[in-house]
């Protein structure tokens, strides 16, 4: 054969075997060992307003640009960052911390406690970041100690400390900083190539411990381009939607971290009597607001058939939507569930029969029949209320999935069921979740529930000590008589708390012993700190 057309061949089986390696996976992108590709934003993507503080950016992550005053652990206990040290009034209304001296911002400037002082001023002003309506002012007292002054007793303030970024006053521009932001942090901004990806680089005057990777960059890939770019090896960390957790990657290894990230469809608790608020939502539903249909649901669905269908298999069930691993769980929330024959005695209890034999109960002339809308955008989503659904059915309860933008869901919330994603590090988010007095305002309370015993649990927790006000939070679920939990008043039908897996490149360890507790969006860079190459 001709020495040209033997060249050709060559070539071609050349990029034939290339071609096949990409196409199903195995190759490898050659980086910088201290440089870091991710590809993690699945549950929190990419931020609208950019990476500002002060317009909700990291409120329960780690922000890498900016610092906070206080850090969890992994075991979440609090450990200072930015702070030197804080003490707290007796009365819990007033909360001083004394910062770090010297601190420098990535523009060389000083931080002092007048930058922290503005950062939650503005923060309060906006109503975008942590909930900060307690808070009355911050004041810096001198270039090192800042003062919160609170209008009430509230122990769960302390959670705020970890919550917000701090920017420097003297630069802050609100139309623009999230662009271009400028931190304490370990890692600056180089920069944002929306819908893209984001740059950073290690701060190399950083006050704490830096991370080993000296650029980190992460792309903003959904579902399937993150697993294609796992495959692909394009990079050390991918965070893959659950039907692709049980897949195996060439050079990766799958990690799957719990997390206290509930899913629950709300159940409106009041009747519809015509009633809409000031914006018009419809509120209540003449289903949902019967006892014995909420109940019926909390103990007829089988919460692990739900798991293992719509969840891949990974998720654990949950009864009242406080995470196992928080300090304010409580073991008495949990019922045997999958149990048809207690649901069905339920609904014979509060006179729901099928007395046209159509399969579905009904009372008075009503239908046990109503919708339950969720994300069209999320397929977990949809396969938690399809599941509902199917189960429902059996037990002679009509449930309609409806997938439907946010939009429309606001305009329903109040008056369908909706499958709702919840998980703080804060207890605080029960107050949001179940207060008479925020019932239907923006996304608090959307079953409307209103109890005064569980209300006043939660005004007790609020005027205790932290940690003794865990009991009080703990018993908002169940307190032996009443509570949200399938055992109490059952406002919500919670099902499930979700994994979140992850490929991770053979090469990184990702010191899966100090991942810290993952929240509602999850917190993969908690302990970016601790993470190092090793040998494949």
């Not at 990419?46 to 005053?69: C, H, K, Y």
Request: proline share 4%; hydrophobic share 35%.
């Amino acid at each position: 054969m001709n020495k040209k057309y033997l060249i050709v061949l060559a070539v071609v089986i050349v990029i034939g075997i290339i071609g096949a390696t990409m196409f199903f996976g195995g190759s490898s992108v050659d980086r910088n060992p201290n440089e870091l590709v991710t590809a993690v934003g699945a549950h929190g993507g990419e931020p609208e307003t950019g990476f500002d503080p002060i317009q909700g950016w990291a409120s329960e992550t780690e922000p890498l640009v900016q610092s906070t005053l206080l850090k969890r652990t992994h075991n979440m206990s609090l450990k200072n960052d930015l702070a030197e040290s804080y003490s707290v009034d007796d009365d819990l209304k007033k909360y001083t911390v004394n910062i770090k001296n010297g601190v420098k911002f990535h523009d060389n400037t000083t931080l002092t406690a007048n930058d922290v002082a503005f950062t939650y001023n503005k923060a309060k002003e906006s109503g975008a970041a942590a909930d900060l309506s307690s808070m009355v002012n911050a004041t810096a007292i001198n270039d090192t100690t800042v003062e919160f002054t609170l209008n009430d007793s509230d122990s769960t303030f302390i959670n705020k400390l970890c919550s917000i970024g701090i920017v420097p006053e003297d630069s802050y521009e609100n139309g623009t900083y999230g662009e271009n932001p400028v931190g304490s942090g370990p890692y600056k901004f180089v920069q944002w190539d929306k819908g893209q990806q984001v740059i950073l680089e290690i701060n190399n005057d950083y006050y704490g411990d830096k991370p080993e990777f000296k650029k980190l960059t992460i792309l903003f890939l959904e579902n399937d381009a993150a697993f294609a770019a796992a495959k692909n090896g394009e990079v050390d960390i991918a965070e893959v939607p659950l039907s692709y957790a049980n897949e195996n990657v060439t050079n990766m290894s799958s990690v799957i971290l719990d997390s206290v990230d509930a899913r629950g469809i709300s159940l409106p608790f009041l009747n519809d009597t015509g009633n809409t608020t000031e914006d018009g939502i419809p509120i209540g539903n003449n289903v949902t607001a019967d006892e014995n249909i909420r109940k019926a649901l909390n103990y007829g669905i089988d919460r692990q058939t739900l798991i293992d269908g719509a969840l891949n298999g990974h998720g654990s069930k949950s009864f009242d939507g406080i995470g196992p691993v928080l300090p304010w769980s409580n073991n008495d929330s949990a019922i045997e569930d999958g149990d048809s024959e207690k649901a069905k005695q339920f609904l014979k209890e509060g006179g729901w029969e099928d007395s046209d034999n159509d399969g579905i109960v009904e009372k008075n002339g009503t239908k046990a029949s109503f919708k339950i809308l969720y994300d069209s955008e999320d397929t977990t989503r949809q396969a938690i209320a399809i599941s509902v659904s199917e189960q429902a059915k059996e037990l002679g309860i009509e449930v309609i999935p409806e997938g439907k933008s946010w939009d429309e869901i606001d305009n329903g919330k109040l008056s369908n069921g909706v499958v709702w994603g919840y998980g703080s590090l804060d207890p605080s988010s029960l107050y949001h979740q179940y207060y008479g007095g925020l019932a239907g305002q923006d996304y608090d309370n959307p079953s409307c529930y209103n109890n005064s015993a569980v209300n006043q649990h939660m005004a007790q927790a609020f005027k205790t000590d932290i940690n003794a006000s865990y009991a009080d939070w703990s018993q908002v679920s169940w307190d032996g008589s009443t509570g949200i939990s399938p055992k109490g008043d059952a406002p919500w039908l919670w099902t499930s708390f979700v994994d979140y897996p992850y490929f991770v490149d053979n090469t990184l360890d990702i010191s899966e012993n100090t991942t810290t507790v993952q929240p509602h969006g999850g917190d993969i860079f908690g302990n970016i700190y601790d993470w190092k190459r090793v040998e494949s």
